[in-house]
């Protein structure tokens, strides 16, 4: 298994605590150096915090860990292309990469409906890639959640 598999892997387990605590199964893993300085998951219920997806949450982890509110050189893992409000949050922190599993075709704002992190008028620009592979994998999760949730 690649590192690139490990860390999408641990993502998806966080994807997998959230669901268990009644939120919407995303997580997230930041990297820096080749070593794991940030986790989140999404926990916007359990907290009464509208911000707390789980990209937020491992950003916050993670500037805490290294004690910068700036993250040059780290990489994002996450189970769902991130929102327009996640993706202004990596261009502030310098995140160098994005790697995200699911497209999220109502709000995603990495290719689904708008292309923030190609934004040019942005003084920071954060690669990204979509990980093809954990996709399947991100969706399964989802429409488990949202089809137990209906019930």
């Given at each position: ?62 500037a805490s ?34 790697v995200f ?51």
């Amino acid at each position: 298994m690649s590192p690139d598999d490990l860390f999408m892997a641990r993502a998806l387990a966080l994807a997998a605590q959230a669901a268990e605590h009644g939120e919407v199964p995303v997580g997230a893993v930041i990297v820096h150096n080749g070593r794991v300085v940030g986790e989140g998951r999404n926990s916007q219920i359990g907290s009464t915090d509208p911000t707390a997806h789980a990209e937020i949450n491992a950003l916050r982890a993670a500037a805490s860990a290294l004690k910068n509110y700036r993250l040059p050189g780290a990489t994002l893992y996450v189970t769902l292309e991130p929102c327009s409000m996640c993706c202004g949050a990596m261009v502030h922190a310098r995140v160098r990469k994005l790697v995200f599993a699911a497209r999220e075709p109502r709000a995603g704002a990495v290719v689904s409906t708008r292309n923030l992190l190609n934004e040019s008028a942005f003084n920071h620009h954060v690669e990204w890639q979509e990980d093809t592979g954990h996709a399947d994998s991100s969706a399964t999760l989802l429409k488990a959640f949202f089809r137990d949730r209906r019930k």
